[in-house]
């Protein structure tokens, strides 16, 4: 059914409680990567038992953790086909370390509504607080409805403004590799799309293999950016972000080039083997 702009502008989501623990924080640090040196004292940290350090890209996955069913996209004046439904962007902004374990309640709003023509960027906000009402972290989201658009609303900016500069020589270049069983491991975390995990599924929508979770990328590529410009302290960021750009195949080394600008850093993640095709585009990284 078509997107009702009117209502879904602004409507506010029933509010949600769930919980979560050093276990979920410890598995969800494997998905991205952690622990492949375990000699490594400055991986150890987010692997350790009981109080692990937290990268706050896990508030982004916090709440849908323990989900083994594919979601449902409908809400207040929207009601889509989840196979039309692509993730565009992802970010967070934490006032502090978000804590190994914990209960929070997050409440989602709809914030705007994107008219691309052929499809809808559909934006949304949610706030996380714990049991005391203390803001643990902030969340934005925008997912790409493809046939959804065509209302005649605002098409929204064209998303070069916070491009990575390629006027001059990158601060940062880092490889990033990933395993082969990166996706199949990744999808305990909470997302089940047998896209990332049945070989029959990813060649019946066009791709020659399963394909990596677009928020393993941006939770690997958050992790390289705080362990090489943080020495791997998590407190040091207050937030993150990126658009989703193009697949990444399991097993794949990514490229991360980051350019520092005033106080933040904004970098892009390639994948160098496919002639630098783009996996993630309009990284921020923001410093404390």
């Known amino acids: 059914m078509p997107i009702n702009v009117e209502e879904a ?35 150890l940290r987010y692997l350790a038992d009981v ?75 949610t706030t996380v607080a714990d049991p005391n009402g203390t803001l643990l972290w902030t969340q934005k989201r925008s997912i790409f409805a493809r046939g959804e658009g065509g209302f005649g609303g605002d098409r929204g900016p064209s998303g070069s403004e916070s491009a990575a500069p390629s006027d001059r020589a990158p601060d940062l270049e880092l490889s990033v590799p990933t395993s082969p069983a990166q996706a199949l491991l990744y999808r305990m975390c909470g997302d089940r799309n047998p896209l990332h995990s049945d070989p029959d599924f990813a ?44 697949v990444v195949f399991p097993g794949e080394t990514l490229r991360v080039t980051a350019w520092k600008t005033d106080d933040k850093f904004n970098a892009v993640v390639t994948a160098p083997e496919r002639d630098n095709a783009v996996a993630l585009a309009g990284v921020e990284f923001v410093p404390a």
């Open 9 to 43: 502008i602004g409507a506010e989501l029933d509010p949600v409680e769930f919980s979560w623990n050093s276990s979920d924080v410890q598995l969800y640090h494997l998905g991205l990567g952690a622990g492949g040196d375990p000699m490594d004292r400055r991986e």
């Open 51 to 125: 109080t692990p350090q937290v990268l706050p890209t896990f508030g982004n996955v916090a709440q849908s953790f323990h989900m083994t069913e594919p979601p449902a996209v409908r809400f207040p004046g929207i009601d889509i086909e989840l196979s039309k439904v692509l993730h565009a962007s992802e970010a967070v902004t934490a006032p502090g370390p978000i804590p190994p374990s914990g209960t929070g309640t997050a409440v989602t709003r709809f914030t705007e509504i994107w008219d691309k023509g052929k499809a809808a960027v559909i934006w949304s906000e």
């Open 203 to 246: 060649a019946a929508a066009g791709f020659p293999r399963p394909i990596l979770h677009g928020l393993c990328t941006y939770g690997m590529t958050c992790k390289a950016l705080v362990d090489n410009l943080l020495d791997g302290d998590v407190s040091g960021l207050r937030s993150y972000g990126a658009r989703m750009a193009g």
